[in-house]
């Protein structure tokens, strides 16, 4: 299948097409970035980054070859790999976001607990190893089926259960050390 037949629809334009994959997947590949990176403003960037790849490439598309959210979340993959290269190398440290507190929204006690237990989940998830982080991310960023994980990573399906059902429990097992060290 072309990318002409991407919507079973022969008349829609490749922009047309372009346009639905992006609606459609946009906020999946943001999620599983945002997982991978913990910084939502370099998650926008860094998904930003992707989609402008899978449009320089969208002509040559080929479906039979990938699903799209495959095609999409390899070229993430992709992403991801040379902006950690990158970090690597980098010996700045960036800014944390700090976010303005409505009126209407938690009181600061709230959104200061909000903020260190989303830090206490990014240093939990920076314990586990590569492939973990990876499944992980994956599975509850992206939104991703243990089969279609599987396919992603050359790894068995049930193998992708034993890995996701670890990494939980080494995640609880780190928040609970810090909730049971937080109340003393």
């Known amino acids: 299948m072309t990318v002409a037949q991407l919507s079973g629809e022969d008349n829609i334009t490749l ?8 609606d459609e997947h946009l906020s999946g590949i943001f999620r599983y970035i945002s997982y991978r990176i913990g910084d939502v403003a370099v998650a926008e960037d860094l998904t930003s980054v992707v989609f ?3 449009l320089a490439g969208f002509h040559s598309y080929k479906r039979e070859k990938a699903a799209p959210q495959t095609w999409l979340l390899s070229i ?16 700045s440290v960036p800014l944390e976001n700090a976010d303005g507190v409505s009126s209407a929204g938690p009181s600061p006690e709230e959104e200061v607990e909000r903020i ?11 314990r586990l190893g590569h492939q973990e982080q990876e499944i992980v991310s994956l ?4 939104e991703i089926t243990n089969r279609r994980i599987a396919i992603m990573l050359s790894l068995s399906e049930s193998n992708v259960g034993v890995i996701l059902f670890r990494a939980l429990r080494k995640l609880k097992e780190c928040f609970m050390e ?4 937080k109340g003393r």
């Open 139 to 142: 599975k509850f960023g992206a």
């Open 178 to 181: 810090w909730l049971n060290g």
């Open 52 to 54: 402008e790849k899978a």
């Open 116 to 126: 260190e237990e989303v830090e206490r989940l990014r240093l939990c998830l920076e």
């Open 76 to 91: 993430a993959r992709n992403t991801l790999t040379d902006y950690f290269r990158r970090a690597a190398r980098s010996q």
């Open 15 to 22: 922009s047309e097409r372009f346009t639905k994959l992006y």
